[in-house]
């Protein structure tokens, strides 16, 4: 009996975006199911009957997981803090370029400066509305893995990053910085660094690919939402032990750059063809 009631919280679970959310509601359904389970074997139930009437009065675990995905909000913390790292930057960039005598070069560098913090603006913008979207979804698949070093790293990173926007500012401001040409294409270059460091760092704690009920979700650099709708065909390319999903969108093939695992693939397989039956019959 205990199998039925953890595939009913499995289900329950893939459907939760958050997974650090995750053990907290195991634990509230394990009890749940155990003491209604108490109660309804005092009614002369068999316990095999018993656990399928506490888990049919439950309701279907994914409409059950959609409305906890609602409730168990994905922690958007560090893209708030980036977009504030991004907007100091360019400040930042801007002010020091009004200190210096120009060359013609540092012209381009400027407004290449400013363009690439306003793309990452963008990218960072655009995954927290999908992710809010996303939270109101029923969702049948989302990646995402992250290992406690990777945890860790995601810290320290974020930490110099905030360490180094207060270390220029302050030396800005005290005055005690060499303005010139070549501090500033020094500056800018490493800001393109940290910038590109920190979007990657920042967007690793979060699904790189999501399957909702109504459509395909990729986070992975400039992010883009694909409705069942529009996959026309989709196919599985084998590399080692893994594989990478390709799919044809308006006559065109397009590959998702993760790799899946076997088990993953059988999974995405059956959802994918599920949908897409779905919507073209």
Not at 26 to 42: F, G, V
């Amino acid at each position: 009996m205990k199998d039925l009631s953890d595939s009913f919280i499995e289900k329950v679970l893939s459907a939760v975006l958050d997974t650090s959310r995750h053990q907290d509601i195991r634990d509230e359904l394990s009890d749940h199911i155990q003491l209604s389970l108490e109660e309804e074997m005092k009614k002369n139930l068999t316990e095999e009957d018993a656990i399928k009437k506490v888990l049919f009065l439950m309701g279907e675990p994914g409409d059950l997981g959609k409305k906890l995905n609602s409730v168990c909000k994905v922690d958007k913390r560090p893209l708030i803090l980036m977009d504030f790292v991004i907007i100091m930057s360019s400040i930042i960039i801007y002010a020091i370029f009004q200190l210096i005598v120009p060359k013609p070069s540092a012209y381009a560098l400027l407004l290449l400066a400013i363009s690439t913090n306003l793309l990452y603006l963008v990218v960072n913008v655009k995954f927290m509305i999908y992710l809010d979207k996303i939270e109101k979804e029923l969702i049948f698949f989302a990646e995402n893995k992250s290992t406690y070093i990777e945890k860790l790293t995601i810290k320290i990173f974020i930490g110099i990053g905030i360490a180094f926007i207060i270390l220029i500012a302050g030396i800005l401001f005290m005055g005690k910085i060499a303005v010139g040409n070549s501090n500033y294409i020094i500056m800018i270059n490493v800001n393109f660094y940290l910038g590109y460091l920190f979007m990657g760092i920042t967007h690793f704690k979060y699904p790189k690919i999501v399957l909702s009920e109504r459509g395909l979700y990729l986070m992975m650099d400039m992010p883009r939402f694909i409705p069942w709708q529009e996959i026309e065909t989709f196919e599985w390319e084998k590399k080692w032990w893994e594989y990478r999903l390709i799919y044809k969108r308006m006559g065109s093939l397009k590959k998702v750059n993760i790799q899946f695992t076997p088990v993953e693939r059988i999974l995405i397989d059956n959802i994918i063809k599920g949908r897409y039956n779905k919507f073209s019959s």
